[in-house]
Structure formats: C-alpha cells, structure tokens
C-alpha cells in the first residue's frame, strides 16, 4: 500500500503544476505525426522500424528567428514487449543554441488487437551555448549585455504514458520533469504537462481521418490545440486493399495560431510533409513559419505481430 501510494503522490506531482519557469517547449507544427518529443510512450510502433525527422524555421527573413531540427529513430522487441528510442532536438534563437539528446525506453501492456497502454521514459542532456561576442548593441560594450560565451548542461528526463484501441488514443505526459520545483532562473528547460484525446477511423473506403484536441499547460498559462486530419486513399484494384496516398490537416491553438498541413506518400513506407503557421495576435511578427518533415518505416517482418493487427499498409495505429 505504500509503494502504490508513493508512485500515486509521484504521478500527481509530475502532473500538477509546481513551479516553472519561461522557456517553452520546442513548437512543431507537424507533432501530431509524431508524439515522441512529448511522450515517450508513444514509440511503441509494432509493426516496423521508425525514422522521423523534421525542421522549423520560424518568422522567415527575420534575422536570428529560431530554427528548430528534430532526428528521432526507434524500434520494439516483441519478446519484451518494449520499444527503444533515439533523438536529436536543436534550436538556435539569435546567439543561443540548445541541444537536447536523448534515449527511450518504453514498455507496452498487451498484444491485443483491440487495446494496448504503454508507458514510456526518456533520458538525456539539455545543453545550452551562448555566444555573447555575436551581439550587435546599438551602444557599443553596453555593460547590460554578457558578451561573453556560456555553456550550461543539465540532465533532463521526460515521463508518458498513452492508451490506444481500436479507434482512440489517450496521452498524458510530462517533459522535463526534473526541472520540477528548481528555482534557478538558468535552468531553461521548464517543466509542460500535456494531455490528448485522438479519433482515428480508417474504416471510409477512400479516406482515413484523425480529429484530436491537445491541452499544454506550464507554470499558469495553457493552450487547447485542436487538429483535423484526412488521409486520403487510392484505389489498389489488383492489389489488396486501398492505399494512402496524401493528407490535408488543419489545426487551430488558443493562442490564436493556425497550421495548414499537406503531406504525400512517396512510398508506401515514405511520408514527406510540409506545414505552414501563421499567428493572428495583435503586434505579433506577421512573417510565417514554414516546417518540413519526413517519415520512413522498415516494417518489421521478423515480429511475431506482424499479421496480427488489421491495416498494416496505414500508419496511424
């Protein structure tokens, strides 16, 4: 009773809303192809190997606008029911660069074709470099700029857990969750909490759908983030079954943000994608953000899953 109590009071702490500081979770338009950045429970793919990767380059022609490049690769082993993750997360805003390397391991409950729940853990370093010397002050050696370099390292670690069937998925997660009541104004990567309900329907004979609703929440601030997603199929004719073959998304933030998604499949084991943000707040840089991404699978024949689960040529399981 104890134990259950301690990993209880554990959960509701790594949940709550404790302490947190300014900086915010790298933004990727193209996430809801990819949960991982946010929840490592979400690697646990059965079927095939997956690589992902994409780039964010926001408020084009701005001088020093962030840009963001995302590298993820992961597999599962169906003896132990486990999945196994690699990542690469790098940002650079003016003269700070942040690298965020990490390792996955999640663990999946059930073979059933009907549900499964699985929780994941990340692990890694957040690294931060500044290069004051790349400052270009109006007042030549103004006193208030550090110009100076800087390197700051911490460990970092993420914590998910994700409930799929047949047509559901239910995410809950928490990113940087050592940064949980540090009180350091240096430590820079702050504590999210993210939660999300996803429908998915492949069942249409021309077109697959997935329509979700996210909620991200650090320190006292919160954004709803609400996504529309249709998968559109080609007839086969000789062939088995129908085959995807381009999507079109929309999602919409309380932010007052939009994303306007298209995507192709290249092949049937390769998707690219390309996303475009645009912000309707007041004073806010009126240039767009523009992301690429690119997804690849190496299906997996050897697993003893392979087979045992419907739709094999769709993605979205």
Request: net charge neutral; aromatic share 14%; hydrophobic share 40%.
């Amino acid at each position: 009773m104890r134990r259950i109590i301690a990993i209880l009071f554990l959960i509701i702490n790594i949940f709550s809303g404790l302490n947190a500081l300014a900086q915010a979770d790298i933004s990727m338009a193209t996430h809801w192809y990819n949960r991982a950045n946010y929840n490592p429970a979400s690697i646990v793919r059965t079927e095939y190997i997956y690589l992902f990767s994409n780039i964010r380059q926001q408020w084009l022609g701005v001088e020093g606008a962030p840009r963001v490049f995302n590298v993820q690769a992961s597999g599962y082993i169906n003896s132990i029911h486990s999945a196994f993750g690699l990542s690469l997360v790098g940002e650079k805003i003016g003269v700070m660069q942040v690298y965020n390397p990490m390792v996955t391991y999640a663990y999946r409950i059930s073979n059933n074709m009907d549900w499964s729940l699985a929780m994941g853990l990340s692990a890694g370093v957040f690294s931060r470099l500044s290069n004051g010397s790349q400052f270009e002050a109006v007042t030549p050696v103004d006193p208030a700029i550090p110009y100076g370099k800087d390197i700051y390292q911490e460990p970092d670690a993420n914590l998910g857990f994700e409930f799929q069937s047949t047509y559901f998925i239910c995410s809950l997660s928490s990113t940087h969750i050592l940064s949980i009541n540090k009180s350091s104004s240096t430590f820079l990567n702050t504590n999210h909490r993210y939660g999300s309900l996803i429908y998915k329907n492949s069942d249409p004979e021309m077109f697959n759908y997935h329509v979700g609703v996210q909620f991200v929440n650090r320190n006292n601030l919160t954004v709803v983030e609400g996504n529309l997603n249709i998968r559109f199929k080609r007839i086969t004719l000789l062939q088995s079954g129908p085959r995807e073959s381009f999507d079109l998304g929309f999602t919409y933030r309380s932010s007052h943000q939009m994303t306007l998604l298209f995507a192709v499949n290249v092949t049937s084991n390769m998707r690219v994608g390309y996303a475009y943000d645009q912000s309707f707040n007041i004073g806010y840089n009126s240039n767009g953000t523009h992301e690429l991404m690119i997804e690849y699978r190496i299906p997996f024949r050897a697993a003893s899953t392979h087979g045992l689960f419907e739709n094999q040529e769709y993605w979205y399981h």
